[in-house]
């Protein structure tokens, strides 16, 4: 099987490339918005792989177009490419939309032209589900009203794929739902590199210790939790990358057009303070933070259910809250050098 993956330079999508190259051929496609072209070699020599890379910007239609013409062999897709900065996209609305939702319509439309089969993998999020009414949150879930275009971006996206699959009998579709995901390779040498300052947890924690930041501020400890801070379910992105493989496998079996949705969790919360605990133990080092006021659009927990994917994909996380941490701890010393 040869598998396009658009966004496979990034954080989440170079996880994947590694281990989906050991057993696919593997074409990635990315604008190198927010990634560096040293990961595609990071990417084969981890996985002694010939990874090929084409710099495609996927909003512009004739570029997608020689894509597909170019690698008209493609059998799955995984679709990781899109701009992903929250805060960002509040502030600038109308790039998020056009990045994220006409780079999903460039690729479908080639798909449509294909007489082939096409095994579709949708990179969506927990934060289509907004505030859940029940934990741990179901698929069941009734989708809400997102908090920002960046997540709007991801329920639209997700209704895209699913119209889509309705009429195109040659497309299965699957949206995986991450919740947080975090860590890195056991190499050290891919992992999250955030632009500027960090605005999720674990990134600011690793580049605070590395001395590259200030001291962290939890926001807020008044959140209706046991210890106060906020209950997130952080998935090791090893766990997550095989989950795309898991749900291309469970695609390719299928014999009819299919769209389906997952939760990609852990299933357990962790606290932002358990987070910080945990981090100290298992990497010896010290977090220096101060409480601050909460976070706009913060919620107090989300957490998955996720038996649909253990039962359905024959997935399951391996890696333990620690494990993942401490590979977090090491990307960053492999990437600022850092001795001990
Ligand atoms: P990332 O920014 O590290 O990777 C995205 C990649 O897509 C980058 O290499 C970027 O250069 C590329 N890209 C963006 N727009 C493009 C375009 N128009 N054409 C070609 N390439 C383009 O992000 P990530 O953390 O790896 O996330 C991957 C996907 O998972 C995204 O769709 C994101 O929304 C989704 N997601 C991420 C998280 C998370 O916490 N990291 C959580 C839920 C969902
Ligand atoms: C982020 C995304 C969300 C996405 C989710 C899953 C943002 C604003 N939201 O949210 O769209 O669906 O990941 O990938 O990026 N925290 C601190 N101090 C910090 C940073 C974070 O206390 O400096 C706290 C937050 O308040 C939160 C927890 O840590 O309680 C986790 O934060 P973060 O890593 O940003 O993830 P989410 O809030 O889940």
New binding site residues.
């Given amino acids: 099987m040869k598998v396009l993956v658009?966004?496979?330079?990034?954080?989440?999508?170079?996880h994947t490339c590694v281990e989906l190259s050991k057993k696919y051929s593997v074409v990635i496609?990315?604008?190198?918005?927010?990634?560096e072209i040293e990961v595609l070699d990071r990417i084969n020599n981890i996985a002694h792989s010939k990874v090929i890379f084409e710099k495609?910007?996927?909003?512009n239609k004739k570029e997608v177009a020689f894509l597909f013409e170019k690698h008209g062999d493609i059998t799955g897709i995984i679709?990781?490419?899109?701009?992903?900065a929250v805060g960002e996209s509040i502030e600038k609305p109308l790039l998020y939309y056009e990045?994220?939702i006409n780079?999903l319509l460039n690729i479908l439309e080639q798909v449509q032209q294909l007489n082939s089969e096409i095994n579709f993998i949708f990179?969506?999020?927990?934060?289509v589900y907004g505030v859940p009414l029940n934990l741990p949150i179901t698929e069941e879930e009734p989708i809400k009203k997102a908090f920002s275009p960046?997540g709007e971006t991801?329920q639209i996206c997700e209704n895209i794929i699913s119209s889509s699959s309705k009429l195109n009998m040659n497309l299965k579709s699957i949206s995986l739902?991450?919740?947080?995901?975090i860590g890195a390779h056991e190499s050290a040498a891919i992992g999250?590199?955030p632009l500027g300052k960090p605005q999720?947890l674990i990134p600011y924690i690793t580049q605070s210790v590395a001395g590259v930041r200030g001291d962290l501020t939890i926001f807020g400890n008044d959140y209706n939790t046991p210890d106060g801070t906020c209950i997130r379910d952080y998935i090791h992105v090893v766990d997550l990358a095989d989950a795309h493989i898991k749900a291309l496998e469970y695609l390719s079996d299928k014999e009819f057009s299919t769209n389906e949705v997952f939760n990609i969790g852990t299933g357990k919360g962790t606290s932002v303070m358990e987070i910080i605990n945990s981090f100290q133990d298992c990497t010896g080092k010290k977090i220096n933070y101060k409480i601050g006021g909460r976070r706009k659009g913060d919620i107090d927990a989300t957490f998955a259910d996720n038996r649909k994917s253990l039962n359905t994909l024959s997935w399951s996380p391996r890696y333990s809250i620690e494990q993942a941490l401490e590979s977090a701890w090491n990307w960053e010393k492999n990437y600022r050098e850092i001795s001990e």
């Fill in positions: 658009t966004g496979g330079l990034g954080y989440i999508g170079s496609a990315d604008n190198l918005i927010n990634s495609i910007d996927l909003r679709h990781f490419a899109a701009l992903k990045n994220n780079s990179s969506s999020s927990c934060t960046y991801k739902r991450y919740f947080n995901p999250e590199l999720n």
